[in-house]
């Protein structure tokens, strides 16, 4: 390595060169074992962050699907109690409304909070799955490298964040959920309304 002046580090297991040929501007050198275990180090981080993510992801979308039957098991109840029942008549039908209408808003709560960890822990799991792909190209690109020596910029490996149309799929999912809690409303309204008055 050709350098007007060069500081050469040497520890127990790596070698750190310093190039100082263009003023203030220094360039970082380390050996390509050192730059292979930091690599890989690297990608067996997130890789495991990946795995954790994952089940995190799991355990919130059983949770989801938990609030999903006990919802609709009690509009179910509440569907079968008005239907059955002889005493309310259509002058009564704003209790049954009103109980509809307050399951949903609780249901509305607890599924955001939800969803919201849900979609929290894909995008962490979405960074990490990038920036594992990098540290891996880089590695590949590091192995047919046949030099002792490689610059830190071959194997520093930035935290990767997925670009804005990502996002998006969320705020879709999102809106999605909304329309159909409020399809499930309207339908439920109509039934109580159609059983009771009609």
């Given amino acids: 390595?050709?350098?007007?002046?060069?500081?050469?580090?040497?520890?127990?297991?790596?070698?750190?060169?310093?190039?100082?040929?263009?003023?203030?501007?220094?360039?970082?050198?380390?050996?390509?074992?050192?730059a292979n275990q930091a690599l890989q180090s690297i990608i067996q981080v997130h890789f495991e962050k990946?795995?954790?993510?994952k089940r995190q992801v799991?355990?919130?979308?059983?949770e989801?699907?938990?609030?999903?039957?006990?919802?609709?098991?009690?509009?179910?109840?509440?569907?079968?109690g008005v239907?059955?029942?002889?005493?309310?008549?259509?002058?009564?039908?704003?209790?049954?409304i009103a109980l509809c209408?307050?399951?949903?808003?609780?249901?509305?709560?607890?599924?955001?909070?939800?969803l919201r960890a849900v979609n929290g822990f894909k995008y962490q799991r979405?960074?990490?799955?990038?920036?594992l792909a990098l540290a891996t190209e880089k590695l590949k690109a590091l192995r047919g490298n046949p030099a002792d020596s490689v610059s830190e910029e071959d194997f520093e490996v930035h935290y990767q964040e997925p670009h804005d149309d990502y996002l998006n799929k969320f705020q879709r999912k999102w809106a999605l959920f909304t329309l159909f809690l409020a399809a499930?409303?309207?339908?439920?309204?109509?039934?109580?309304?159609?059983?009771?008055?009609?």
């Fill in 184 to 198: 499930t409303f309207a339908v439920m309204v109509s039934g109580i309304a159609t059983s009771l008055c009609i």
């Fill in 83 to 96: 239907l059955l029942s002889n005493r309310i008549k259509c002058r009564h039908s704003w209790p049954p």
């Fill in 50 to 53: 990946t795995l954790e993510k």
């Fill in 64 to 80: 989801l699907w938990k609030l999903f039957m006990v919802f609709y098991l009690f509009l179910a109840i509440l569907l079968v």
């Fill in 126 to 131: 979405r960074c990490h799955k990038l920036t």
């Fill in 58 to 62: 799991d355990l919130q979308k059983k």
């Fill in 1 to 34: 390595m050709s350098s007007s002046r060069s500081d050469k580090t040497e520890g127990t297991h790596q070698s750190i060169y310093v190039d100082r040929d263009q003023g203030d501007d220094m360039r970082v050198f380390v050996t390509r074992d050192t």
């Fill in 101 to 114: 209408a307050l399951a949903h808003i609780i249901f509305y709560v607890a599924m955001a909070q939800t």
